[in-house]
C-alpha cells in the first residue's frame, strides 16, 4: 500500500489504566476512503481505542504511534487532531444544556451553512424543521442524541471519523440508514473507522480488523474476519476473564 | 400623587429626549429590541433613574409610576380574564456612571389572565450604581404570569443589584420568573425571591448568572408549597471565573399533602472562584416530595472533549458549554 492510500497507521499501541494494560500493542492500518470495521467482544478494547485515537484525557498512550495522514498525532492534543480532521461519534454522546442542535452541528464546521446543517440533519433521518431549534440536552432520548452525534460529525466532514458503536441502544439508527451515512460520508472522502461488537456490520465494510484482549487479531477481508469472530471470540471460554473495558467517565 | 404618564408620542423636553434615546441604546446594549418601547401596540413601561420616560398602557392593564427621590414606585394590575397577543415590556436603567435606583413594584395579576413580561435591566455606564428591586405580585386564581429579566451591567463591576420579591401564587395559579445577568461584569447582586404557592399552583424560578473578576454573587430562592398538589421549581445556574463568588440558597418547602418541589443548582467554577451551593428540603407534610440536586465543579471532561474533537480549543469549548447554561 502507498503511503497516500493511508490515512491512518497505529503502530504497537499500549495503554495501561489502573495498572492494567488495555492496548497491548495495537497495529492497525486504515486505507483513505474505505470503511474499516473494529469488531470486538465487550471488554476487548474498542472504545479504549477509540479514546486513545482522539487523544481523550486518561488515555495518554504508553507507548506507540499514531501517524494521521502522514502526520504523527501521538502527542497532540484532541483539537489539534480535530483541526488535521479526525473526529469521533461517542457511544454514548454527552448532553449540553441550552445548546441547540443547529448550533452544535454547526460547531465542527469550517464556515457555518444552514443548508449542510439540514442536510446533515436528513442524513441520520431527523426533520430539521423538527429539531433545528431542540437542545442537546435530558430532553433527547439516547437514540436521538446519536444520531444528532452522527449528524455532527458528517457536518464536520472530517477526514477519519471514528464511529463508536452507532447503532447500539433503543431508538438508534438502523443498520441499513447508517450504511447510508457512511456511503455518503464516503462520497464525501471521509475514511471511517467503525468500532462495533455486531457481526452484522461487516457488511458495509471494506476491511475489518478483530480485536481481543488489547491486541488486533486479524485484519483483512470483512467476512473472514467476521466468520472469525463468530466461530472464535463468541464461543471463546477466555472471554470471561477478558479485563472490563475502562468505561469512559 | 402618581405622576402623570409620559404617552409615548408626546413631545419630551430636550433632556428628557436625550434620556430617552440614551436609554434606548442601553436598552438594545441588555438584548431589546428598541422598537418594542416604540410601538404603541405593545405595552411598555421605561423607567431611567427616578424618571419615567414612558408608560404605554392597552387595554386590561392598569399602570401607575410614582416618582420618588431615589426611584419609582409602579403599581400594576392586570384585568382578571385578560390577554395580550405580545409581552409587557418594562425597561429600567441609570445612564449615568453613578447613581441609585430603587423600584418598587406591586403587581396583580387578575384572576385567570394571562400575562407576559419582558424586562431589561441596564448599567452601561456603572461605576458606582445602586439597583434595587422590591417587589410585591400577586398571582390571582387560575391566572399566569411570567417574568423574563436580562440585565446589562457593563464592564467596570460597579454595580449594586438587589432584586427582592414576595410573590403569591393562588389556587391555580402559575408564576414562572428568569432572572438573567450574564452579560458585563455583575457587580455585586443580591437576590432573594420568595413564592407561596397556593394549592394546585406552580411556581418556577430560574436566576442565572455568569461573574468574573471579583463579582459576588448570591442567589436566595424559597418556594413554599401551602396548598394541596402545589408545584415548586427553584433552579439556578450560576457560572464564576477569576476571583468571583457565587453562593446559592435554594429552598422548597412541602407544607401540603401532594406538594411537589425540586431544587436543581449548577455552578460551574474556574480559575480562582469559589462557588457554594446550599440546597435545603423541608418538608412538613408527610405526603409533600421535595427533592434537590446540586452540582459544582469544572465543566464536564466529556462534554469539554465532545467539542474539543469538533476543532474547538478548550477556551472556546468551555465559553460555549457555559453559555449554553446561562440560555445565552
Known amino acids: ?249 | 400623587m402618581p405622576d402623570q404618564p409620559v404617552p409615548r408620542h408626546s413631545p419630551r423636553p430636550p433632556q428628557a429626549r436625550s434620556d430617552f434615546e440614551a436609554i434606548l441604546r442601553a436598552y438594545e446594549r441588555s438584548g431589546g429590541n428598541p422598537e418594542f418601547l416604540k410601538s404603541s401596540k405593545i405595552a411598555s413601561l421605561i423607567i431611567s433613574g427616578n424618571t419615567v420616560l414612558g408608560l404605554n398602557r392597552l387595554p386590561g392593564i392598569s399602570a401607575e409610576a410614582e416618582t420618588l427621590p431615589d426611584g419609582v414606585r409602579i403599581r400594576l394590575q392586570i384585568a382578571p380574564g385578560a390577554r395580550f397577543e405580545n409581552p409587557i415590556h418594562l425597561c429600567f436603567g441609570v445612564v449615568p456612571a453613578e447613581g441609585v435606583q430603587r423600584i418598587l413594584a406591586d403587581f396583580d395579576i387578575g384572576a385567570g389572565a394571562e400575562v407576559e413580561f419582558m424586562a431589561h435591566c441596564t448599567f452601561p455606564n456603572a461605576m458606582q450604581v445602586q439597583h434595587i428591586m422590591e417587589g410585591k405580585i400577586h398571582v390571582g386564581p387560575g391566572a399566569t404570569m411570567r417574568y423574563k429579566e436580562t440585565h446589562y451591567h457593563g464592564e467596570t463591576g460597579g454595580v449594586e443589584v438587589l432584586p427582592k420579591a414576595q410573590v403569591t401564587v393562588d389556587e391555580g395559579g402559575k408564576y414562572f420568573t428568569e432572572f438573567n445577568l450574564s452579560q458585563g461584569r455583575v457587580g455585586r447582586m443580591e437576590f432573594d425571591y420568595v413564592v407561596d404557592v397556593g394549592a394546585r399552583g406552580l411556581a418556577e424560578l430560574t436566576a442565572k448568572a455568569l461573574g468574573y473578576g471579583d463579582d459576588e454573587i448570591i442567589v436566595r430562592e424559597t418556594i413554599r408549597l401551602n396548598g394541596e398538589y402545589a408545584r415548586g421549581l427553584a433552579k439556578s445556574r450560576i457560572a464564576v471565573r477569576d476571583h468571583a463568588r457565587s453562593d446559592v440558597y435554594g429552598t422548597t418547602e412541602g407544607n401540603a399533602p401532594f406538594a411537589r418541589g425540586h431544587v436543581d443548582c449548577i455552578e460551574i467554577v474556574r480559575g480562582h472562584a469559589v462557588a457554594n451551593a446550599v440546597p435545603i428540603v423541608k418538608v412538613t407534610d408527610d405526603r409533600a416530595m421535595v427533592t434537590h440536586e446540586a452540582a459544582i465543579g469544572a465543566v464536564g471532561k466529556k462534554e469539554l472533549e465532545t467539542l474539543m474533537a469538533r476543532g474547538l480549543d478548550e477556551e472556546t469549548a468551555v465559553d460555549v458549554i457555559v453559555r449554553g447554561m446561562l440560555g445565552e
Request: one cysteine or more.
Open chain 1, 1 to 249: 500500500m502507498e503511503n497516500q492510500d493511508i490515512v491512518l497507521q497505529i503502530k504497537d499501541l499500549q495503554l495501561v489504566r489502573d495498572e492494567r494494560a488495555i492496548l497491548r500493542g495495537v497495529n492497525l492500518t486504515v486505507r483513505r476512503g474505505s470503511v474499516h470495521v473494529v469488531l470486538g467482544l465487550n471488554g476487548s478494547g474498542k472504545s479504549t481505542l477509540a479514546y486513545t485515537l482522539m487523544g481523550c484525557s486518561g488515555y495518554t498512550p504508553d507507548a506507540g504511534t499514531l501517524i494521521l495522514d502522514g502526520v504523527d498525532i501521538t502527542k497532540m492534543s484532541i483539537t489539534e487532531r480535530a483541526r488535521l480532521g479526525l473526529t469521533l461519534a461517542w457511544q454514548e454522546p454527552a448532553r449540553f444544556e441550552g445548546l441547540s442542535v443547529a448550533r452544535y452541528l454547526s460547531l465542527g464546521m469550517k464556515a457555518p451553512d444552514m443548508a449542510r446543517v439540514r442536510q446533515a440533519l436528513e442524513a441520520v433521518a431527523l426533520d430539521p424543521a423538527t429539531y433545528l431549534s431542540r437542545y442537546v440536552d435530558e430532553s433527547l432520548s439516547g437514540g436521538e442524541r446519536k444520531r444528532i452525534e452522527l449528524a455532527a460529525v458528517y457536518a464536520m466532514q472530517p477526514k477519519l471519523a471514528i464511529l463508536d458503536e452507532p447503532d447500539s441502544g433503543i431508538d438508534a439508527l438502523s443498520l441499513d440508514d447508517i450504511a447510508a451515512l457512511i456511503h455518503r460520508m464516503a462520497e464525501e472522502g471521509t475514511t471511517v473507522l467503525l468500532i462495533s461488537h455486531r457481526d452484522e456490520v461487516v457488511a458495509m465494510a471494506d476491511a475489518a480488523s478483530l480485536i481481543c484482549e488489547g491486541r488486533i487479531v486479524d485484519s483483512g477481508d470483512p467476512a473472514w474476519v467476521c466468520d472469525r469472530y463468530t466461530h472464535c471470540c463468541e464461543p471463546c471460554d477466555r472471554r470471561e476473564i477478558v479485563e472490563e473495558e475502562v468505561a469512559y467517565a
